[in-house]
């Protein structure tokens, strides 16, 4: 399995290493709203003017502080894999609200990988198939190149920072002060 997250890992950094675009931009025939397919970066959804769900007002939205210092403790060796879809009501309410505890936490931009996918699930080279993504969003932790467990939509608890907190406290390998 590290074999397989490594080569990944790769293929998601060389759009950025030549600063191409890794990512296709369609309109949806039935609705008209953009789908972004592909790696693209949380700058990306935010410069996208059809994307106003990555600019709402989250002042009242405060993260949970053991969430923010299990992140903040162990940003040297997690990494987030981020697949989301730009139409998904669900990615639109979740995802800003990921960005904002992760920004608090201090995580680098270089330890988030966001895939779009469409409304089949599918991405760009078939990144969502190798990691069995069928809902959306599936935001999938890494530990030192292995996954310690995944979020799938709201999660189990219909919290994500209490998923996390029980993900993060729940592995050995995980700084807890």
């Known amino acids: ?9 790769l293929l998601l950094s060389f759009p950025a290493a030549f600063a191409q675009t890794g990512y296709v931009s369609v309109k ?14 949380e700058e990306i959804l935010i410069k996208e003017d059809s994307f106003g769900w990555m600019k709402m007002d989250l002042s009242s939205y405060q993260p949970d502080s053991l969430a923010l210092n299990l992140i903040a403790n162990n940003k040297d060796s997690l990494h987030l894999l981020i697949f989301l879809g730009t139409w998904c009501e ?9 960005f904002k505890l992760l920004h608090k936490a201090k995580l680098p931009h270089n330890k988030i990988s966001i895939l779009g996918v469409d409304r089949q699930k599918k991405t ?4 969502s198939d190798g990691f069995n993504v069928s809902r959306v969003p599936t935001i999938i932790v890494l530990k030192k190149g292995e996954e310690i467990g995944r979020i799938i939509e709201y999660g189990k608890y ?18 807890t002060n």
């Open 1 to 9: 399995m590290r074999i397989h997250l490594t080569i990944i890992f």
């Open 28 to 41: 949806d025939s039935a609705t008209g709203q953009k789908i972004f397919q592909g790696i693209i970066s």
């Open 90 to 98: 669900d990615s639109q309410q979740i995802i800003p609200k990921i």
């Open 124 to 127: 760009l080279g078939n990144f």
């Open 158 to 175: 219909g919290n994500i920072e209490k998923d996390l907190i029980e993900m993060l406290t729940h592995n050995s390998k995980v700084k």
